[in-house]
T-cell receptor
C-alpha cells in the first residue's frame, strides 16, 4: 500500500530552467510534508517542509506547493543548477497514526533529477 | 553540533550471523527512526523510538529484527541470523519531536554474503 507516490522515476531539465517534482498521497491523515534530497552513498538531506495549514512555502530557489483537495504536492526549483542533480524524495507525516503518536515519515519512491549544463 | 552518526558505514556479514547497527542522534533529539532502502527502491519505515520506548514498529519484520534506544548510548538496530535479502542500506534519522524535520545519518550498508 503505497501511501505516498512519486510517479516520475526521473526528470531531466536544462540548467537555468524550472524543475517541477510531483508527489501524490492517499492518506487524508497526513498533515506535514517534507522534501529530501539524496546523493548516492549518502543519507537524505532535508530541503523544505510544509504544514497542511499552508498551501505554499518558499526557501530561496525551492518552493513547495500543497493542494490538499487533490492530495498533491510539488517542489519547484528555480533556477535549476547542475548541483541540484540528485534523487528527490517527498515524505509525509501525521500527528496521530491510529493508536500511535506521530513522527514517522512515509516516503515516496523518489525522482531522480538530472540538470544538464 | 554533530549530525546523526551511524556506524559502521559498511558491514559485511555471512548468512546466519548477527548484524548490529548503531545510531547516535543529534544532540537534543529524543526521537529516532530507522529506515531501510533496498536496491532501486525508496526508503521504507521500520521503527520509531523515543528514549527507552518503542513508539511504532509497524515496519519491522516480525522475526529476527529488533531495535532499542536505551537511556544512555546509541540506538541499536539488531538483525539476527541475517539472510541475503537483508542486504540493504539502513538509515537512521532523529528529530526534536513529532512534526519536525528529521535529520538523517549517512547510513550503514549491510552486505550479506
Amino acid at each position: 500500500d503505497q501511501q505516498v507516490k512519486q510517479n516520475s522515476p526521473s526528470l531531466s531539465v536544462q540548467e537555468g530552467r524550472i524543475s517541477i517534482l510531483n508527489c501524490d498521497y492517499t492518506n487524508s491523515m497526513f498533515d506535514y510534508f517534507l522534501w529530501y534530497k539524496k546523493y548516492p552513498a549518502e543519507g537524505p538531506t532535508f530541503l523544505i517542509s510544509i504544514s497542511s495549514i499552508k498551501d505554499k512555502n518558499e526557501d530561496g530557489r525551492f518552493t513547495v506547493f500543497l493542494n490538499k483537495s487533490a492530495k498533491h504536492l510539488s517542489l519547484h526549483i528555480v533556477p535549476s543548477q547542475p548541483g541540484d542533480s540528485a534523487v528527490y524524495f517527498c515524505a509525509a507525516s501525521a500527528i496521530v497514526w491510529g493508536d500511535n503518536q506521530g513522527g514517522k515519515l512515509i516516503f515516496g519512491q523518489g525522482t531522480e533529477l538530472s540538470v544538464k549544463p | 553540533n554533530a549530525g546523526v552518526m551511524q556506524n559502521p558505514r559498511h558491514l559485511v556479514r555471512r548468512r546466519g550471523q548477527e548484524a548490529r547497527l548503531r545510531c547516535s542522534p543529534m544532540k537534543g533529539h529524543s526521537h529516532v527512526y530507522w529506515y531501510r532502502q533496498l536496491p532501486e527502491e525508496g526508503l521504507k519505515f521500520m521503527v520509531y523510538l523515543q528514549k527507552e520506548n518503542i513508539i511504532d514498529e509497524s515496519g519491522m519484520p516480525k522475526e529476527r529484527f529488533s531495535a532499542e534506544f536505551p537511556k544512555e548510548g546509541p540506538s541499536i538496530l539488531r538483525i539476527q541470523q541475517v539472510v541475503r535479502g537483508d542486504s540493504a542500506a539502513y538509515f537512521c534519522a532523529s528529530s526534536l519531536g513529532t512534526l519536525s524535520e528529521a535529520f538523517f545519518g549517512q547510513g550503514t550498508r549491510l552486505t550479506v554474503v
